[in-house]
């Protein structure tokens, strides 16, 4: 039987963990069977999977980025199992732009608030952490578990206006403007908004081309 597309889907099941570094129990309970009743009684067209939240930790053996620790057994290759020969469709949710446990192994791929200080949360999208952690960590989760699809949490409302040194770097390269506003009140600020909001769409093309691919 073969999966509904997502564009087609009417109902599907989504799962919002995010997993962290005090879990201890994940899916101890889980089995084969109640997998299979869920599906037999709620019948969706999708299942969706969470595989890594906000705090940055997968619920999956990762080999890319950081696990959480209280993972007892792979649940992913559990669901694939069932859901592959229920018909269902599944799908994995992983938090983008947001990643806290990242930015504690890579402070310097944070964005940069106004006043200099670093988000503990929010990862700039001028940074390597596109290129060398998350494209590299879905590919790892396509491959190992042969996925449907991704929804990406946390990506456009996750983003901060960034005042990183590179953003600040490519804003004046790409418009000559070096008096960087820092308010709605200063000169020049549609122009860094507007220039944001198009570095936001070119992070995510990258991703979604590098993904397609």
């Not at 890579?106 to 006043?115: Q, V």
């Not at 670093?118 to 996925?147: C, G, H, M, R």
């Not at 960087?180 to 009140?185: F, G, L, R, T």
């Amino acid at each position: 039987m073969k999966p509904v597309l997502r564009k087609d889907a009417i109902f599907g099941f989504h799962t919002d963990l995010h997993a962290h570094q005090d879990d201890t129990v994940l899916w101890a309970d889980l089995t084969e069977e109640m997998a299979e009743n869920f599906l037999e009684e709620v019948k969706p067209d999708y299942f969706q999977f969470d595989c890594k939240g906000h705090y940055g930790y997968t619920s999956y053996h990762t080999q890319i980025g950081y696990a959480s620790p209280g993972i007892t057994k792979d649940a992913l290759a559990l669901w694939r199992k069932v859901t592959k020969k229920h018909g269902v469709a599944l799908f994995v949710h992983y938090s983008g732009v947001f990643d806290w446990a990242v930015l504690q192994h890579h402070p310097e791929w944070a964005a940069k608030h106004a006043d200099g200080t670093f988000n503990n949360l929010a990862t700039s999208t001028f940074s390597p952490y596109v290129d060398e952690f998350l494209i590299p960590q879905l590919k790892e989760v396509i491959t190992k578990y042969d996925i449907d699809g991704i929804w990406i949490d946390g990506d456009c409302w996750g983003a901060i206006l960034d005042y990183s040194d590179k953003a600040i770097e490519e804003f004046t390269k790409a418009t000559g403007i070096t008096d960087i506003p820092k308010s709605p009140d200063e000169s020049h600020w549609k122009e860094f908004l507007k220039f944001q909001r198009e570095q936001f769409k070119r992070y995510v093309t990258k991703y979604l081309d590098a993904l397609h691919e």
